[in-house]
């Protein structure tokens, strides 16, 4: 098999699809991953009740998987498939899911905005592209502080929904350990629809390339009419020459979310009968936060230990020895697809920061996986109030990764962002030119800024025409 084409073969995995082959230990009997235990772990909510956490735990101890080993296995194959410039990687979704907007439309919006932009970037790159939803699991959050303060008021700050409730009542931000419940039950839904769709014929290709269309005859976004309509002609030109229907019409998309709630993740841990090893099965691909990636802290502990493919967010602050330091915990044997850098440097900045990372990295020769977050290093607050990012800076951080990997002599291995499939006024910039002004329009996410539908699309297009200049 060409390493950089096609898809994985299931077929290699005979038992990764029967859930029965991935088993949870004996509740009350020590797993190999409950080390964490004994680390200091950060961010996790303050409970009233041990016992209510126990009963959830074990609850969630005899829930099947939510994904299964064989897939997780195919992703990190994929994913060093990505860090070798063989692939590429395009994560996003929302800063933070709500089981409120956990609906069939919001949802079908999301996957929809990440297939259009995947079309599209495939074309660019002429590569694979590895389609990894920051979905179906994404509910906890880290925070800066344990505690909001609002006229005066104090009470627990919103951790997401998998803690708290947004609502800013004493009651409401009690954290609830029968969320996480209730997040496994909102996962497995949302993956459900998202099994559905991908391989249901809604992600064909030329239905998605359709939808891209309706958006380049936008007056807006004119200047990428022409990209799409050689996307246009090579779709015509597959179709014409009877390429395989099944490739065109089916997508493997994962799941990701922040490994935040170690009680969460760790009853979602399952062995796998295949290899003896663990697996975390709330979700393919799990990362790690600037906040809680403290060598010695619980989050690397638990991860450590698992097969998944892990990412590790670095921001502006990290410095090389951070960087093998994270390498020597998650990927001392140098596998290739296990551990992905996901940089956040922010757009001024990421020339100087990101540089000496890469060479350390090089020299090291471990392979790693390297993925651009421009967003988070890039939130500003408008003239109106609201915490917001501009399109244009996002776009300009994501041109410093580019450059700075050209400049270093390693593989710009895939965008990471926050983005929403619907109409949104959250981003300022772009074509549409949303202004301070127009941000009270449509503000709706809880925690972070998301590009909306046409933002993400508009980022899409720019970021083929970068990758087609390295053709
Ligand atoms: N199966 C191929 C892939 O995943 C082609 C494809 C089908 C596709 N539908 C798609 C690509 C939607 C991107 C978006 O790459
Ligand atoms: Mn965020």
Redesign the pocket.
Known sequence: MNPGRGTPRFAQYPACRDPENLVAPEAGTDAPWDSWRSREALQQPTYPDAQAVEDVTTALRRQPPLVFAGEVDDLRTWLGVAGRGEAFVLTGGDCAETFAESTADHLRLKIQAL?QM??VL?YGASL??V?IGRIAGQYAKPRSSDMETRDGVTLPSYRGDAVNSYEFTPEARIPDPDRLLQTYHHAASTLNLIRAFTKGGY???RM?HHWNRGFTQNPAYARYESLAEEIHRAVQFMQAAGVDFD??????LYSSHEALLLEYESAMTRIDSRNGLPYDTSGHFLWVGERTRDLEGAHIELLARVRNPIGVKVGPTTTPDDLLGLMDRLNPEGEEGRLTFITRMGAGTILENLPPLLSAAKADGRPATWITDPMHGNTITSSTGYKTRRFETIMEEVKGFFDAHDEAGTVPGGIHVELTGDDVTEVIGGSAKLDDESLQKRYETLVDPRLNHQQSLEMAFQVAEYLRRDL
């Open positions: 297939l995947a079309v495939t694979p592209v389609k992600a064909d290709l998605v490739s065109l019409r089916d997508v493997d």
